[in-house]
C-alpha cells in the first residue's frame, strides 16, 4: 500500500492521509505520486560518456522495442531494476512506478495525497495522466493520438495500464536512436516542444545529462493550471529564470498555490526541485551532472564495464560514487578514505537538520501568530497580509531546503541548502 509516509512534504498544516483501497470503486485506476529519489549527492570529478555496453553486438535496430533493449543492455536494464527502500519499508525506486503510479489516488497542486472514492468523484477531473507524463515515454503516444485531452482529461485506466505495459522510466524516455546509436535525450513530455513549448525551452538548454533528470525532478507544478492549448501554450515557469525567487514570482502570477483556509495563506508548490536547485552550483559549475554520482560506472560478472542505472540508489551507499567526492574532497578537508568521507557527508547533513529545526519552529510561530490574528482581529489588514506574504515566501525557501538537504544530502544545491534556510529566518524575522 502507497501511503504518505514514504513522501517529503511541507510540515507546516498541510493535512496528507493514508490511502486505504478498500475505499476505492473497482476497476477506478489513476494517478498517484511521483517517487522520491531517496538518495544523497555529494561528488566531484565528472566521468566520461554514459556506456552503453551489453550484449548489443551489431548494429542498433532503426526502433528497437523494450524487449529487444533489455536483451541488448542486460546490465542497465538489471541495475534500473534496482533502487532504494526508505525507512518505512516503502520502494522508492524506479523500479517501483507501476504500483505507485497505477495506484488509485491523485495528488493535488500542492502534492498531497488525495483519495478518489468513486466515478462520481469532483475531483476526478484533475485525475487524468497528469504524473505519469514524465514518468514514460508511452503518455506521447497517447498526445499524439488524442492531444490535450491526454493529459486534461483521461484517466490512467485498464486500456492506458495496457499500453504503457509497465514500462515506466522506459529507455525512450531518456534515449533516442541518432545515426544507428543510442544517444542521451530527455523525451518526456516536460523535455517535448510539442506538449511543453516554453518548459521544453529550458529542459533543451541544459546539459542532456541533467536534462534526461530535470525532466522529470523540476518544480513544474501546472495540474491546476493548464486546462486548454492557451494555458498549454502559455505555461512558462521559468520565464524569470530558474532561481528560487524568479520561480516563486512565477508560481504566484500563476496562482498555483494552495489557499490555506484558516489563515488565508498562500502555501506554493515545490514538490521535487532538483534540477533547479542544480543550476549554479559548485558543483554544476565544475562540469559534473546528474548522472555523474546518479550513475556510477559498474563491473559485471564478466568483468565488463557498464554504466550502472540504480539512479534511484542511495549515493552515500554507493562506494563508486564516494570514491568520485574524494578526488576534490581529499585536499579540501582532510579526507582519506570512503567511509571519511559519509562521516563527512552525516556531519553537513545533522547540521543543517539543525538550522531546519530553527526554521521550522520560526515558521510555526508565524503561523499560530497570524491564525490568531485572522481569528481574533485587532491587527491592521495590510500588516496581516505582509505577515501571510512572508510566510508563504519563507514557506517556499524552505520546501527548496527540503528538496536539497532529503534528496541530495544538501550538498548539490546552488546554496548548499543554507541559503533558502537563512532566507527562510531572515523573511520571518524581519
Not at 39 to 47: D, E, V
Not at 83 to 104: C, I, R, V, W, Y
Not at 311 to 320: I, Q
Request: proline share 3%; charged share 25%.
Amino acid at each position: 500500500m502507497y501511503g504518505t509516509e514514504g513522501l517529503r512534504g511541507s510540515a507546516f498544516r498541510r493535512k496528507e492521509r493514508k490511502m486505504d483501497r478498500r475505499k476505492f470503486a473497482a476497476g477506478f485506476g489513476a494517478v498517484a505520486t511521483a517517487a522520491l529519489i531517496a538518495g544523497t549527492m555529494f561528488a566531484c570529478a565528472p566521468q566520461g560518456e554514459v556506456a552503453t555496453t551489453g550484449d548489443a553486438g551489431g548494429s542498433m535496430p532503426e526502433n528497437p522495442t523494450y524487449a529487444q533493449l533489455i536483451e541488448m543492455y542486460p546490465n542497465e536494464y538489471n541495475s534500473a531494476m534496482m533502487g532504494k527502500t526508505d525507512e518505512e519499508g516503502e520502494d522508492n525506486s524506479h523500479a517501483g512506478f507501476q504500483p505507485l503510479m497505477e495506484t488509485p489516488a491523485i495528488r493535488d497542486v500542492s502534492g498531497a495525497i488525495i483519495e478518489v472514492v468513486d466515478e462520481d468523484d469532483p475531483q476526478k477531473s484533475d485525475v487524468a495522466m497528469k504524473c505519469v507524463a514524465c514518468k514514460t515515454s508511452h503518455f506521447m503516444d497517447f498526445y499524439e493520438r488524442d492531444g490535450l485531452t491526454a493529459y486534461t482529461d483521461r484517466l490512467l485506466d485498464a486500456e492506458g495500464m495496457k499500453a504503457i505495459n509497465g514500462e515506466y522510466w522506459d529507455c525512450y524516455s531518456c534515449h533516442v536512436v541518432k545515426d544507428g546509436e543510442w544517444t542521451i535525450q530527455a523525451n518526456a513530455a516536460w523535455a517535448n516542444a510539442d506538449f511543453a513549448p516554453n518548459v521544453s525551452k529550458f529542459m533543451q538548454s541544459l546539459n542532456p545529462k541533467e536534462a534526461v533528470c530535470g525532466q522529470c525532478h523540476n518544480t513544474v507544478s501546472p495540474r491546476a493550471y493548464i486546462t486548454d492549448e492557451a494555458t498549454q501554450q502559455s505555461y512558462d515557469p521559468y520565464r524569470y529564470g530558474p532561481d528560487l525567487d524568479s520561480r516563486y514570482k512565477a508560481m504566484v502570477e500563476d496562482e498555483i498555490y494552495v489557499v490555506d483556509e484558516p489563515t488565508g495563506i498562500k502555501m506554493v508548490s515545490m514538490n521535487h526541485p532538483q534540477i533547479e536547485v542544480f543550476q549554479g552550483s559548485i558543483h554544476q559549475s565544475m562540469g559534473l551532472t546528474c548522472i555523474d554520482c546518479h550513475m556510477t560506472q559498474a563491473t559485471d560478472e564478466k568483468g565488463e564495464s557498464y554504466t550502472s542505472h540504480n539512479a534511484s540508489g542511495s549515493v552515500a551507499e554507493n562506494d563508486a560514487a564516494m570514491e568520485k567526492c574524494l578526488t576534490c574532497h581529499k585536499t579540501q578537508n582532510d579526507i582519506s578514505t570512503v567511509d571519511d568521507m559519509r562521516a563527512f557527508l552525516k556531519q553537513n547533513q545533522e547540521a543543517q537538520a539543525k538550522r531546519q529545526n530553527e526554521v521550522d519552529a520560526k515558521l510555526s510561530a508565524l503561523y499560530d501568530g497570524i491564525l490568531a490574528a485572522v481569528n481574533n482581529g485587532g491587527v491592521d489588514a495590510d500588516d496581516l497580509e505582509a505577515a501571510k506574504d512572508k510566510y508563504s515566501l519563507a514557506n517556499w525557501y524552505v520546501k527548496e531546503q527540503q528538496g536539497n538537504l532529503w534528496l541530495f544530502g544538501g550538498f548539490c544545491g546552488r546554496d548548499s541548502g543554507i541559503g533558502p534556510a537563512q532566507r527562510a529566518k531572515t523573511t520571518i524575522w524581519n
